[in-house]
T-cell receptor, first 118, second 113 residues
Framework: DAGVTQSPTHLIKTRGQQVTLRCSPK?????VSWYQQALGQGPQFIFQ???????QRGNFPDRFSGHQFPNYSSELNVNALLLGDSALYLC?????????????????FGAGSRLTVL | LAKTTQPVSMDSYEGQEVNITCSHN???????ITWYQQFPSQGPRFIIQ???TKVTNEVASLFIPADRKSSTLSLPRVSLSDTAVYYC??????????????FGAGTRLAVHP
C-alpha cells in the first residue's frame, strides 16, 4: 500500500518564477493538507483540500494556491517566488475526520519537496 | 485550537525512559491530543493520540490527566534512532470531513550512547 508520494523531491527556482508541487495521497485517504517547513522550524499549515475545495487556510498570501483533483491528488502552486519561500514543502493526507477519535484524522506525510529559490 | 507549549530540547541516554510533557491549558471539550515524530529531511510520522487517561501502543504511551491541560509522551528504553523532533498537537473533532493540525516548534530529543 503506497503512502503519500510527492514530486519533485528537489527543485531550484529563481525569484519571480512559479512552481507547482504535486502530491498523491495514501490509498483510501480523501483529504490533503500542505505544510511549509523552513529549516529548524516546525511545519506551517498552508491549506487543506477536501472534496476538491479549499476548506481551511493558514496565514499564507494568495501567491500560494492549490487544487485537488477527483482522484484526491493535489497540487500546490506558488507564484512570484521569493527567497523566503525556500523550504521543505510537505503534503499530508488523511481520511476526513468524522467526529470520532478513530484514527481517521491521523495525518500521513510524504517525504516532501525541497524548494530552493535563488 | 489550543496553543501547545513543550520543552525546546531534551537529552537522554540509550536504555532510559524519556517523558516529554506538553501544556495545552486552553484545550476544548472536543479537542484531542496527538504526537508526531520527525527525522531530518523527512515528513512527520504519527506516534500516538488520545483524548483522556492513558493510551499505549507498540511505540509509546500517552498520559493525559483528568483536567486535560497537559499530556506526557513516554518513550520506553530509547535508542539512538529515537533522536528526532517530537511535536505535540491539539486537534479538533469536527462533524464535517476535514481536520486541521497546527505544529509548534517541537522538542528536539537527543539520545546519547
Amino acid at each position: 500500500d503506497a503512502g503519500v508520494t510527492q514530486s519533485p523531491t528537489h527543485l531550484i527556482k529563481t525569484r519571480g518564477q512559479q512552481v507547482t508541487l504535486r502530491c498523491s495521497p495514501k490509498s483510501g485517504h480523501d483529504t490533503v493538507s500542505w505544510y511549509q517547513q523552513a529549516l529548524g522550524q516546525g511545519p506551517q499549515f498552508i491549506f487543506q483540500y477536501y472534496e476538491e475545495e479549499e476548506r481551511q487556510r493558514g496565514n499564507f498570501p494568495d501567491r500560494f494556491s492549490g487544487h485537488q483533483f477527483p482522484n484526491y491528488s493535489s497540487e500546490l502552486n506558488v507564484n512570484a517566488l521569493l527567497l523566503g519561500d525556500s523550504a521543505l514543502y510537505l503534503c499530508a493526507s488523511s481520511l476526513g475526520d468524522r467526529g470520532t477519535l478513530s484514527g481517521a484524522n491521523v495525518l500521513t506525510f510524504g517525504a516532501g519537496s525541497r524548494l530552493t529559490v535563488l | 485550537l489550543a496553543k501547545t507549549t513543550q520543552p525546546v530540547s531534551m537529552d537522554s541516554y540509550e536504555g532510559q525512559e524519556v517523558n516529554i510533557t506538553c501544556s495545552h491549558n486552553n484545550i476544548a471539550t472536543n479537542d484531542y491530543i496527538t504526537w508526531y515524530q520527525q527525522f531530518p529531511s523527512q515528513g512527520p510520522r504519527f506516534i500516538i493520540q488520545g483524548y483522556k487517561t492513558k493510551v499505549t501502543n507498540e511505540v509509546a504511551s500517552l498520559f493525559i490527566p483528568a483536567d486535560r491541560k497537559s499530556s506526557t509522551l513516554s518513550l520506553p528504553r530509547v535508542s539512538l534512532s529515537d533522536t528526532a523532533v517530537y511535536y505535540c498537537l491539539v486537534g479538533r473533532l469536527f462533524s464535517g470531513g476535514y481536520n486541521k493540525l497546527i505544529f509548534g516548534a517541537g522538542t528536539r530529543l537527543a539520545v546519547h550512547p
